[in-house]
């Protein structure tokens, strides 16, 4: 798709595209450091900063069940049973959740909806702490789940939908690095602090993003998708600052819903038809393919697999703490500067090579062969698999899922793509232990095979994003922009 030429106000905006014509270079080299030094508002910051609150929310949540396990079982005498299904019934919540994430998100708004899912985390934080038996904690651990499983697509697509095209990936990234630190704050915390009150701190960022959430603005295109013009160019010109010029972008929006919103509204049956195939193979494609490549299954059961690699726990937990933060990190600065497809490429890569590793470490165990090696390989094989998901299979399915879809169908087939994620995650949870006893090697060999085949699919069918706007990528996804062109 051509790309709009601007009018020559449209220089002025430190967020546009920018064209130079015969410019003086030294008015070229003053008007691009003034455009670099004030390319990031401080109110996006803040915005985004609010909404990844729900992203720490998510992190801590999913953290919370190892450190605790111990504690819980002692003190309200449960069995290993018990203890499991309070463990998997979060990713029981989250499927609930993600099944109406996307019609909340759509009818009610972003933050609202952000709202609502953490009134269910903080019923589900409270249940905990007061817990005197299975049941209660169980209820609040699905609590927990549907906020969170509302979380897993609203932030995302809000942090998205504000941020311009030049800053949109390493804004909308920061979503998997707060799920992170969520995870590994929840961790030392929870080695030193009481089960009860781990759940009452849990509590924190919950009541930090809900008593925030009236300070910030709306999506400007979710208040555009709903008719609400005036209230949607307000939003914009507040995310992009008061001297910004957002013409270009206002009008691109309006004109790209406007066009869309001829289109009805699809259900979940109605996304299967050929317009939106493309972008619902590579939504639901990706999530399949980052739950199915283990990542589940190996940080989950990380103790379980030094200890069967013959290595020290300790010491293998404390470095994939060491490695997840500084390389989702890396991801973060990088999504902007490489692109979404090269990082996903090298993402893949190392993951598949990081299987290999491990899985040969258990087959050289297996045959009773190089004894010594074979416990460093598989810390290294899982420390390699670690950092490169981090540094791209992590955060650019969320990424690209906030990118792809149309406004008209966004709400449909976010929840889609969520339900599948966390289905799929529940899968590998759930599995992971019987293909360990099955065949330790068996089963990195295999995820070192999906790993394999996810390069292949994002070299073939996974669009480059960066750079374009939400309106430009969604029209050159659908049947839509066959039209027009």
């Not at 030429?5 to 450091?33: I, Q, R, W």
């Not at 508002?41 to 803040?46: A, E, F, K, R, S």
């Not at 005197?132 to 998205?160: F, M, Q």
């Not at 103790?303 to 010491?315: D, L, P, R, T, Y």
């Amino acid at each position: 798709m051509e790309n709009k030429t601007t009018e020559p106000n449209d220089f002025t905006s430190p967020l546009l595209p920018t064209s130079y014509g015969a410019h003086d270079v030294g008015v070229d080299f003053l008007e691009k450091s003034h455009n670099e030094a004030s390319s990031v508002p401080t109110t996006l910051i803040l915005t985004t900063l609010v909404a990844v609150f729900g992203s720490y929310v998510f992190g801590s949540a999913i953290g919370y069940s190892s450190p605790t396990q111990s504690g819980i079982m002692r003190d309200l005498n449960l069995g290993v049973a018990q203890y499991s299904i309070f463990g998997s019934i979060l990713t029981i919540g989250a499927m609930i959740g993600a099944v109406v994430s996307g019609r909340i998100a759509d009818y009610a708004g972003r933050r609202v909806a952000m709202g609502f899912s953490q009134i269910f985390c903080i019923l589900g934080w409270f249940a905990i702490t007061f817990s005197k038996i299975a049941w209660w904690l169980y209820v609040g651990r699905l609590l927990i789940g549907c906020g969170i499983g509302l979380l897993s697509y609203v932030v995302p697509v809000y942090v998205a939908e504000i941020t311009p095209k030049n800053l949109r990936g390493a804004f909308t990234a920061v979503h998997q690095l707060m799920i992170c630190c969520g995870m590994s704050l929840t961790y030392l915390i929870g080695a030193y602090a009481n089960w009860r009150i781990l759940a009452l701190i849990g509590i924190i960022p919950c009541l930090l993003q809900l008593l925030c959430l009236p300070f910030i603005p709306d999506s400007p295109r979710w208040l555009a998708k709903v008719g609400r013009l005036k209230e949607s160019d307000s939003a914009l010109q507040h995310l992009r600052g008061k001297n910004a010029d957002v013409y270009q972008e206002a009008t691109e929006i309006r004109d790209y819903t406007e066009a869309f919103q001829k289109q009805t509204e699809a259900s979940i049956i109605g996304l299967f038809r050929m317009q939106y195939l493309k972008s619902l193979i590579v939504g639901v494609g990706l999530m399949i393919l980052q739950q199915f490549g283990g990542i589940n299954g190996i940080v989950f059961y990380a103790n379980s697999i030094f200890i069967s690699s013959g290595f020290s726990e300790s010491i293998g937990t404390v470095a994939i703490v060491a490695v997840k933060i500084p390389m989702t990190s890396l991801g973060v600065l990088l999504m902007d500067k490489s692109g979404r497809r090269p990082l996903l490429l090298v993402s893949a890569v190392g993951t598949c090579l990081g299987c290999f590793l491990a899985a040969l470490s258990f087959f050289l165990q297996d045959l009773h062969k190089w004894k010594q090696v074979s416990p460093i390989m598989a810390l290294v094989g899982v420390l390699v698999y670690v950092g490169f998901y981090s540094l791209g299979m992590g955060a650019i399915p969320w990424v690209i899922m906030s990118e792809i879809f149309p406004i008209n169908v966004k709400g449909s087939a976010g929840s889609l793509v969520t339900l599948v994620s966390w289905l799929c995650s529940w899968i590998i949870s759930y599995a992971f232990n019987f293909l360990m006893n099955w065949s330790s090697a068996g089963t990195f060999f295999m995820f070192s095979a999906i790993c394999g085949f996810t390069v292949l699919f994002v070299a073939k069918l996974v669009p480059e994003t960066k750079g374009r706007t939400l309106e430009e990528i969604q029209a050159c996804m659908s049947s839509y922009s066959s039209a027009k062109k």
